[in-house]
Nanobody
């Protein structure tokens, strides 16, 4: 069972940037980021294939967020720029077999890291 640990969350002003990391305890295939705001359902943010050659983004973050990975370090990243208050949420990383947007496809989940964007 691969363990996932997120880091890099915090408080930032609107328009600012943050970089999230997700460290895996072993080899992973597809990985993704999801987020959950208070009172809302968990939603897809971005996903990346093992090779990094395939990525998918939610429309709400396209052009502002960039997902990447370093397989030598078993780590995935989410570079978040031009942050908006509506990006405030707990961000979760996940690992699965295929880079898709459905949370059901991911079998391993981290504990989450809080991102708060102030206006």
């Amino acid at each position: 069972q691969v363990q996932l640990v997120e880091s890099g969350g915090g408080l930032v002003q609107a328009g600012g940037s943050l970089r999230l990391s997700c460290a895996a305890s072993g080899r992973t295939y597809a990985m993704g980021w999801f987020r959950q705001a208070p009172g809302k359902e968990r939603e897809f943010v971005a996903t990346i294939s093992r090779s990094g050659g395939s990525t998918i983004y939610a429309d709400s973050v396209k052009g502002r967020f960039t997902i990447s990975r370093d397989n030598a370090k078993n780590t995935m990243y989410l570079e978040m720029n031009s942050l908006k208050p509506e990006d405030t949420a707990v961000y979760y990383c996940a690992a699965g077999g295929v880079a898709v947007i459905s949370a059901n496809a991911y079998t391993n989940w981290g504990q989450g890291t809080q991102v708060t964007v102030s206006s």
